[in-house]
Each structure stands twice: as C-alpha cells, then as structure tokens.
C-alpha cells in the first residue's frame, strides 16, 4: 500500500476480503466492509446478524452495526481524513457511490492493483487445493466415459455433471455446461432441452469450489464413431493444447501463450475458428487474474496457475474445447487436470 501510495483498502463482496480474513461477506444490502488503514488496525464493518459467522482473528478487529446505525458513516470514520483508497472491484455500486459522497476528498481507485499480485501468485497449500479439486473433476471426467449421451437432453447431462461433482467433494458445482451437435458453436450454451443425437460432438465444461478453490475443465464427448473431419479437427486442437502446455514456462508471456496455440491451429487452418482467449487465472474465483490473452505482456511467475483452454467453433455444425489447469512453477508447467484427453466416444 505504501508503494501504490494507498491510505486504505475497502474491501467488501468477492474473494478479496476471504482472501484476507478468512471471511465471505454476504452479498446484501447490509454492508460488510474490512477497512484497513495503512498504519492502524484492520477494521471489519459487519451486520450485527452477521457477525457470529465471523471467525475471529488476531488481524482485524470486528464492528459490528445494528440495524438503523449508518455502517457508511462507520466506514468514513475509519478511513478518517484520507487522499487514496483503494476499494475492492466487486463492491456494490450504491456503496462505492455512497463512500465517495460521504469522503468527497479522497480518490478511489480499484483494490486489484494491489490484490491482484498477492492473489494470482498461489502458495504450495493453494496449490494443493487447486489439485485436489481438479483430480475430482478429472474423476467425474473418467465416469462420464462410461456414460450414455445418446437419446439424453443437454440439461439431464448437466444435471449428473453437477451431482458427481458433490459427490466427489465439491461444496458446490459453478457450471456444467453441455453443448451437443450445433449448440457446442456457442462456447457458454446453458445446457437446455435439446436431446443429443447419434454422431453428436457434445462440449462439457463443467466446474466447482472444493474448500474454497475452484475447478474448471473441458472433455468432449462423441456419440458413436466420429467423422474424418471430427477426429482431425479433434486431433488438430488436441495438439494445440498439449503445445500451449509446454510453452507455460515461468516468464513467458501471456499473449505467447495464447499465440503457441492460435499458430498451432494455424497449421491446420483453423485458427479463424478459436475466437476467445486461451485463458483465465483460477483460485478463489473461477476466473481471475492473470488472464491469458493477446495483448497481455504479464510474465507467467511460478506459483501462477490458470486454464489453457482453447477451443475452435462451427457455428451451424459443432465446436470443440480442451481445457487443463495449469500451475507455472520452476521445473515446468505442471498440469493439474490429468485425465484422458481423447475424445471419448460414448453411447
Ligand atoms: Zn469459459
Ligand atoms: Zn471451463
Ligand atoms: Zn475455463
């Protein structure tokens, strides 16, 4: 904060204030705000009703405010007479606006700029977390190999995506994204009504928060033998992955990358088809710094860990994606999703 020049972090919704403390504040119309002035002790705003959920912690202090008190004052008065404050970038706007009006000197600037090298950059217990959390997905990946697509709707696939999951040891599953046939063109397609045919390629993308960190992969699936033109495209982007992998080296680029693959696919004339970034840090958020894209000249450091995930789509026809979390370290980019990455042909 002395570097950046801060005189206080805010910090409210999103992974910033857990990151911290430990604590996840509820996303209401009561504010929770951690308010740590760069000299004095850390101060945690908290709903009286709240605060029994806050695991006390020799770091901050807890205030709790009682219905009808103005915790927008409370906060002001924390922060005192301030010139910079950095307020966390998933704050409430009605709050951010409300904190400008009751500190009119200060100037505001995003709590990323400092939370975001902290965050990005995970330690060996984080790491830990993230394994475990993929060996669990790459379980449920394994199981749905044996499974029947075939006859199925999008939606009932999602539905047994999202139930291995916790079974495996997810809290809680954040997507399962099932794209069959045409609707794979779309890389986001919510999982709907259409039921998977004979010859489908079926996009699965599905992830989760295992004790607070997330997991995130993509298999694809193939109901009955697959086309010429489905294996090679397959084994075309399959290699584009696997080489994008390889060039996650401690102090390559992020945009490199991203290029690794996009040149990759260029070999096989598919580059115009792989129209999204390679891919996006991931920790305490599924999608978070740093974010693997052209134009992003960020170093990889060890410790970063993020999807490499690229995929190409035929609007009309179908689309692929094949997506691993991978954690730069010192010896190499080591991949924490390790499951078969064939297409899988299924029923
Ligand atoms: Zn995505
Ligand atoms: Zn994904
Ligand atoms: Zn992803």
């Given amino acids: 904060m002395a570097a950046a020049k801060l005189d206080v972090l805010m910090l409210s919704v999103g992974a910033d204030l857990p990151y911290l403390t430990g604590y996840e504040a509820m996303p209401l119309e009561r ?3 951690l308010v740590l002035a760069r000299d004095a002790a850390a101060t945690l705003v908290v709903p009286e009703l709240e605060a029994p959920r806050v ?7 807890i205030r709790p405010w009682s219905e009808g008190d103005d915790p927008i004052a409370a906060v002001a008065e924390l922060a005192g007479p301030v010139a910079r404050v950095a307020i966390g970038d998933l ?3 009605r709050f951010t606006l409300a904190l400008q009006a009751a500190l009119p000197d200060a100037h505001f600037t995003p709590a990323n700029t400092i ?3 902290l965050r990005s950059v995970k330690d060996a217990a984080e790491v830990d977390a993230l394994r475990h959390a993929a060996r669990a997905v790459d379980a449920v990946a394994v ?3 044996t499974r029947p697509f075939g006859g199925r709707t999008e939606a009932d696939v999602s539905r047994e995506l999202v139930d291995r999951m916790l079974e495996r040891g997810h809290q809680r599953a954040n997507f399962a994204i099932v794209g069959s046939g045409p609707n794979g063109a779309s890389p986001h397609h919510d999982a709907g009504d259409r039921v998977i045919q004979s010859g489908d ?6 992830g989760g928060t ?5 997991s995130d992969t993509t298999r694809m699936f193939v109901v009955g033998t697959p086309t010429t033109e489905v294996a090679d495209t397959y084994a075309a982007l399959a290699e584009a992955q696997s080489r994008a992998v390889r060039a996650a080296t401690v102090g390559t680029s992020c945009a490199e990358v991203d290029a690794v693959a996009r040149r990759s696919l260029a070999e096989h004339d598919l580059a115009d088809a792989f129209m999204h970034r390679i891919g996006h840090g991931i920790g305490l958020e599924a999608h978070e710094d740093p974010y693997l894209v052209a134009g992003n000249s960020t170093p990889l450091a060890a410790g970063h860990a993020f999807s490499i995930e690229p995929g190409v789509y035929f609007p009309g026809r179908f689309g692929m994606r094949l997506e691993d979390i991978v954690v730069a370290t010192a010896v190499g980019p080591e991949s924490l999703n390790v499951s078969p990455h064939d297409l899988a042909v299924v029923e």
Avoid: I, K, Q
């Avoid at 695991?55 to 202090?61: C, K, L, R, Y």
């Avoid at 295992?210 to 997330?214: A, H, Q, V």
């Fill in 201 to 206: 390629v079926v996009v699965c993308d599905f």
């Fill in 55 to 61: 695991v006390p912690d020799a770091s901050f202090v």
């Fill in 115 to 117: 939370m975001s090298p």
């Fill in 91 to 93: 704050t409430w706007t």
């Fill in 210 to 214: 295992m004790n607070g960190y997330c």
């Fill in 31 to 33: 504010l929770t705000m």
């Fill in 143 to 145: 199981e749905m190999r």
